[in-house]
């Protein structure tokens, strides 16, 4: 089964605080989006890659020589829309859609590849790990009304990994139904598409503020130390 | 209403991979418990701090001088056991117990004043932010449940702040029922007291990897360059 995967990289980078998109940022000398292109771009089970941008010129520029990287699109509004639009590009049937955030560079290719293999047997997959905080669900007066045993209860990340034909229907239909879901994922799951967890790493984190840099620099150097 | 803070700083410090435990490390030059502690300690709304912990004279020996430390006494099995050893030691009602981990040394005085002020009126209250990541609920084989609504998810810290009464009989009635709970709010939940969010704050962090310990100094640094 062949393999595209979509990339959203179209964050203006607003919570960095700073002007450049957080994908473009230097981490260890080499830009984030680059060094997430290189892992798709160097694994065996990925055919092409679709990289959705806010600035097609400046990203095609930075990973448009990776071979595998096969359109370098403008972005939508939404995350979703972004991956839809991408989704529009993929090459023909049958195939597996794996979504990643162009802002998670500290993806494993045991990881990556771990998760495409399962695909065979599942048709919506999420990365996923145990939340390592309590976490309490709250009303909007903010009073408590749960707090869920912690086995149950996950923080998601990318990869997500679906076959294209539940994903297109789910979502074509959350466009039909005008709905923006938290996560790719969460549309398959209201179409009552079986959505499994694969396990994740606490590694696999999203660069989202300045201390989040400094924490993946910390993971990389780890790993290059061995 | 009198103020009375317990510390739980009875962990073994096993996540870290060393033989310190975390509250016993420095930041920035000064041990984490010193710093929370003397947080407490100069909080004017606290009246009295028992500490409780896992090797009772390093700690006393650390934070023994602060002049509200009133007790540093010995820890349980569990968090749980540790805090209801802390309740036994309070002067004497009515009285707030104010609960916060030794680890979490980014607590503002602003935010422990602020959360002790709504004690006032509410007699169970937690900080607690936002979730950053989208949470899904799982069974055990895991397969996905729900993906809740964002706004209603919220990651729970320390301070959770308490009347005493409706706490002291949380904690019995869970003793009596072989009940360990997520966080001490959940054994008042369990009774039907209300408990409220109170807005804490993504830089009060726990400390319980090496990263955070990085995290942890970047937001000093950022705090003490104004």
Redesign the interface.
């Known amino acids: 089964m062949a393999v595209s995967a979509i990339i959203p990289a179209a964050g203006s980078g607003r919570r960095m605080g700073g002007g450049t998109a957080k994908q473009f940022l230097p981490l260890r000398g080499e830009p984030v989006l680059v060094r997430t292109v290189r892992l798709f771009s160097e694994c065996p089970l990925v055919d092409e890659i679709v990289v959705v941008a806010g600035d097609v010129e400046s990203t095609a520029e930075l990973i448009g020589h990776f071979p595998k990287v096969a359109y370098v699109i403008q972005g939508g509004k939404e995350r979703q829309d972004s991956v839809w639009a991408g989704l529009q590009k993929v090459h023909s049937r049958p195939r597996i859609i794996c979504v990643h955030d162009a802002v998670r560079p500290l993806l494993t290719m045991e990881m990556l590849e771990g998760v495409l293999h399962a695909a065979a047997e599942h048709q919506a997959q ?1 990365l ?1 790990v145990p ?10 007066d ?16 990318t990869p997500q990994v679906f076959w294209v034909e539940p994903m297109a229907q789910a979502f074509r239909q959350a466009i039909a139904d005008g709905v923006v ?3 790719c ?2 549309l398959l ?1 209201r179409m009552g598409v ?4 694969y396990p994740g790493s ?1 590694e696999n984190i ?1 660069l ?4 989040d840099f ?2 993946a620099e ?2 990389l150097e780890r790993r290059e130390r061995g």
């Open positions: 999420v996923a939340v390592k905080d309590t976490i309490k669900m709250a009303k909007p903010g009073i408590v009304t749960q707090t869920p045993d912690r086995s149950t209860v996950f923080a998601v990340q879901g938290t996560d994922a969460s799951e079986p959505v499994h967890i606490n999203k989202t503020t300045p201390e400094l924490v910390a993971i």
